[in-house]
C-alpha cells in the first residue's frame, strides 16, 4: 500500500510534467513573437513623412518596410521592433526620437507581423533582417548607418551587426539568449530541457563576439520581462574586448526607457 501512495503521484506529476512541456513546445513560436498581423490595405497615419516599402525575399515572401526622413539626414537607423508590435505600434515615438537628432529611420516587420508575409524561422528571422540593413546601406553607406534593436529585436540587431559593420549599434533591454530568457519566463522547465526543445536559441551572446561596431546596451533596472541582469551578463561577457558601454536606467521598466530622460541624455551623446 505504502509503495502504491509513492507511485501514483510520482505518475500524476510525471503526466502533468510532460503534458506541460509539450504544451510549451508546441506553443513557443506563438509565445515568443506574438506576432500582430495588419490586412494589406491597412493605411498608415504618421505625424512624419514616411514612404513604405516591400521587398521581395528569395522564397516570394513579401517584407513590409517603412522609411522616415528628415532634411539632410546625417544617416539612417535600422530598427528592429519587439514582439507583439508592428509598424503600427510605436513608429510615430520612434520617428520622433531619431529625425529629431538628424537621423532617418527604417523600421520593418518580421513575417507575420503587419503587413509582412511568410513563416518565421530562426534562420529566416535573423537573415531577413540584412535586407533592410542592405537597402540603407546602398543610399547612404555603412559608415553612416545605425542598427538599433529592442527586446526581441536585440538579437536581430546584434546578428546583422556581426555579419555587416554599421557604425554604431544600440540595444534597448537585450537578452543574453533566449535560453536564458526562457529558463527566466518558466523557472519550473530545467534548463537542459529547454535547450533541447527551444527552436529558436536566438544566441545574442555568441552573436555579439564578432560584432566590431561601437556598442550601447540600455536596460532599466524594474525591467519586468527581460531582466536588468540579462542585459548587465550580455555586457560583462565581452566589456574586455568589445568597445562597449552600458547605461543603467534606475527605475526603468521594459517599455518606460523611451522615456526616461537618461535615455535622452545618453542618446544625445551617442548621435
Known amino acids: 500500500m505504502k509503495r502504491k501512495w509513492i507511485t501514483y503521484p510520482l ?10 512541456t509539450l ?6 513560436h506563438h509565445l515568443l513573437f506574438l506576432a500582430k498581423p495588419l490586412p494589406k490595405d491597412y493605411k498608415f497615419k504618421f505625424s512624419h513623412p514616411f514612404k513604405e516599402f516591400i ?3 528569395d522564397d516570394h515572401s ?7 526622413s528628415c532634411k539632410n539626414p546625417k544617416g539612417a537607423v535600422a530598427y528592429f521592433h519587439g514582439q507583439n508590435e508592428n509598424i503600427q505600434t510605436n513608429s510615430n515615438l520612434i520617428a520622433h526620437i531619431f529625425l529629431r537628432r538628424g537621423y532617418d529611420v527604417m523600421i520593418m516587420d518580421y513575417r507575420e507581423f503587419g503587413k509582412s508575409t511568410g513563416t518565421l ?24 548607418l545605425i542598427v538599433y534593436g529592442y527586446s526581441l529585436g536585440t538579437g536581430v540587431a546584434t546578428y546583422v551587426a556581426s555579419k555587416k559593420q554599421p557604425k554604431i549599434l544600440l540595444l534597448e533591454a537585450p537578452y543574453y539568449n533566449m535560453i ?25 551572446d555568441k552573436y555579439i563576439q564578432d560584432v566590431k561596431s561601437k556598442t550601447f546596451i540600455f536596460h532599466g533596472t524594474e525591467d519586468e520581462i527581460v531582466p536588468f541582469a540579462s542585459g548587465l551578463k550580455l555586457h560583462e561577457s565581452v566589456k574586455e574586448t568589445h568597445d562597449i558601454e552600458f547605461t543603467r536606467i534606475e527605475g526603468g521598466t521594459h517599455h ?3 522615456y526616461h530622460p537618461d535615455y535622452h541624455y545618453i542618446l544625445d551623446q551617442i548621435l
Open 62 to 68: 513579401e517584407l513590409h518596410a517603412i522609411l522616415f
Open 256 to 258: 518606460s526607457l523611451k
Open 121 to 144: 524561422t530562426e534562420h529566416i528571422f535573423l537573415e531577413d533582417a540584412l535586407t533592410p540593413y542592405d537597402f540603407l546601406k546602398e543610399h547612404y553607406g555603412e559608415e553612416r
Open 23 to 28: 504544451f510549451y513546445y508546441n506553443k513557443q
Open 180 to 204: 536564458d530568457q526562457a529558463c527566466y519566463m518558466k523557472p519550473f522547465l530545467p534548463r537542459f530541457l529547454v535547450k533541447w526543445l527551444l527552436r529558436y536559441p536566438l544566441r545574442t
Open 55 to 57: 521587398f521581395q525575399s
Open 11 to 20: 505518475l500524476m506529476f510525471l503526466i502533468l510534467f510532460s503534458g506541460l
